[in-house]
C-alpha cells in the first residue's frame, strides 16, 4: 500500500492475535510517532509498550484502580476490567508528555501526542498489523497514571491494542467528503 491508500483505508481492527511488531517494525512506528505536527518541537509524547506478563499486571492494576474508585462496582465490571489487557497479545500506552510553556497550552501538547498516536495506528496499517485505540474511564485514573510512572503534566491519550489482524480487514464506512469541506467565502 502506498502512502495515500494507508491513510484512507486504516481500520480499527479489535480482534487481535500474535505475533506482535519486533523490535525493528516498533522502531519504525516510532519514528512515524515522531514526525506529529509539534508546536515548537515539544515532543510532548512518550510510549510504553506492555506484553506477556506486563498485560496480567495491567488486569491486576485496571481491578484495584476500579474497586479503588469504586467500591460498589459490580462483578461483571471486575470482570469486564480484568479482561480488557488480553484483548490483544500487546499495548501501547500513549502518553502526553505535557510541560508548563508561556505560549503553547496544554491542549496544544495533548494535540501533537494525538497526531503522533494516530500516526501510531497508521504505521502499525501500513506494517500490517492491526490496532484499535481506546480509552474509558480508567485511562483518567490517578492510581493508573502514578503505577505507570505518569509525572504530574503527564497525561494517558490512550491505550492502543496491536497485534496481527485475526479478521478479514473490513473496508472503511464511505464518506461523505462534500460535507466536511467547502470553499470559503462561499461561491
Ligand atoms: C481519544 C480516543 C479514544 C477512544 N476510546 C475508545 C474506547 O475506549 N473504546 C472504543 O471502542 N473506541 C474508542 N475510540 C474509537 C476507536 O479507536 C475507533 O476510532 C472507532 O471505533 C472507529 O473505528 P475506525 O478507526 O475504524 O474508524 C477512541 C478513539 C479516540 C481518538
Request: charged share 20%; with cysteine.
Amino acid at each position: 500500500m502506498d502512502a495515500l491508500e494507508v491513510l484512507q483505508k486504516r481500520v480499527s481492527l479489535t480482534k487481535l492475535i500474535e505475533p506482535t511488531p519486533g523490535k525493528s517494525q516498533l522502531t519504525d512506528v516510532f519514528k512515524a510517532a515522531s514526525r506529529a505536527a509539534d508546536h515548537g518541537k515539544l515532543r510532548p509524547w512518550r510510549f510504553l509498550t506492555i506484553e506477556g506478563d506486563g498485560l496480567s499486571k495491567l488486569s491486576d492494576l485496571l481491578v484495584s484502580a476500579l474497586t479503588k474508585s469504586n467500591p460498589g462496582v459490580s462483578p461483571s465490571v471486575v470482570e469486564k476490567t480484568k479482561n480488557m489487557p488480553f484483548r490483544a497479545p500487546m499495548i501501547i500506552v500513549a502518553i502526553a508528555k505535557c510541560q508548563e510553556h508561556p505560549s503553547i497550552p496544554k491542549l496544544e501538547q495533548l494535540l501533537a501526542c494525538g497526531a503522533a498516536t494516530q500516526n501510531i495506528l497508521n504505521a502499525l496499517f501500513a506494517l500490517n498489523f492491526g490496532a484499535v485505540w481506546r480509552t474509558g474511564d480508567l485511562a483518567y485514573n490517578d492510581h493508573v497514571k502514578q503505577a505507570l510512572g505518569l509525572q504530574a503534566l503527564e497525561e494517558i491519550v490512550g491505550f492502543i491494542y496491536v497485534g496481527t489482524p485475526a479478521q478479514d480487514i473490513p473496508a472503511p464506512p464511505e464518506v461523505d467528503i462534500e460535507n466536511i469541506f467547502s470553499e470559503w467565502p462561499a461561491k
